[in-house]
């Protein structure tokens, strides 16, 4: 019997769920992010979960407040393995009781202690996937556990030789902020726009409005030569 296939993005988002209702029990503020190439796991993914599990309930539970953030990228197939990143991070009150016992569990042996006594570095293997997990503490900057591995992987077959299209949709950056949205603020988000066939015009940004709600909006491109819609 063929194993039903599954895509990352799709086992990061149950996963991250998974996760948010504890999240939100600790009062965290939580966002998710998964960028890069679609990907069709080609193996048994229950170890993937475990070790995507592990860093990221890590950071729940490093923090008593503030927010979490988990993002993962992953690169196009070569020879049927594809390189995965997932960062679990976070800014908040940490305890060190929490981040002992965290990185004890996690398994990471830290590299050095700073002289404010935080733990700037740590690594170690994962010991579901057995990949390289690192732990970053940045001080006010806030706090990063990393899982990097390489998994069996090919292009799902509805992504092929498809080129994103867009139709000509009009798509918009909102800010809840009043100031404008500035070309630093909009280009990341560029290449999840070209994903999805929404390219930036090669003016820049278009027109600045508000919304009916009295938010900041700006046009953060146009599809296929269309022009770009104003508000």
């Not at 996963?15 to 966002?31: F, H, N, W």
Request: hydrophobic share 45%; with cysteine; charged share 20%.
């Amino acid at each position: 019997m063929a194993r039903a296939e599954m895509e990352f993005s799709e086992l990061f988002t149950h996963g991250v769920r998974d996760l948010l209702p504890v999240a939100r029990r600790k009062g965290l503020v939580s966002y998710f992010d998964c960028v890069g190439a679609p990907i069709a796991l080609d193996g048994p993914d229950a170890a993937l979960r475990a070790g995507l599990h592990r860093i990221m309930l890590g950071m729940v539970d490093l923090l008593d407040n503030g927010f979490v953030m988990f993002s993962a990228e992953s690169l196009r197939p070569v020879d049927g393995l594809s390189r995965i990143m997932v960062h679990a991070a976070g800014s908040g009150a940490v305890s060190s009781l929490a981040l002992d016992g965290v990185l004890q569990r996690l398994a990471l042996t830290v590299d050095a202690d700073d002289a404010a006594g935080r733990r700037p570095r740590a690594q170690g293997r994962c010991p579901a996937t057995g990949s390289l997990v690192q732990f970053v503490d940045a001080g006010p900057n806030g706090l990063v556990l990393t899982l990097e591995l390489e998994v069996p992987a090919e292009v799902p077959d509805h992504v092929r030789d498809i080129e994103p299209d867009a139709a000509g949709a009009v798509a918009w950056l909102v800010s809840g902020s009043h100031g404008g949205l500035g070309f630093a603020a909009a280009a990341p988000t560029s290449p999840r726009l070209a994903g999805e066939g929404v390219h930036r015009s090669g003016r820049g940004l278009g027109g600045v409005g508000r919304d009916a709600q009295g938010r900041t909006a700006q046009t953060a491109g146009r599809c296929r030569g269309q022009p770009v819609g104003r508000r």
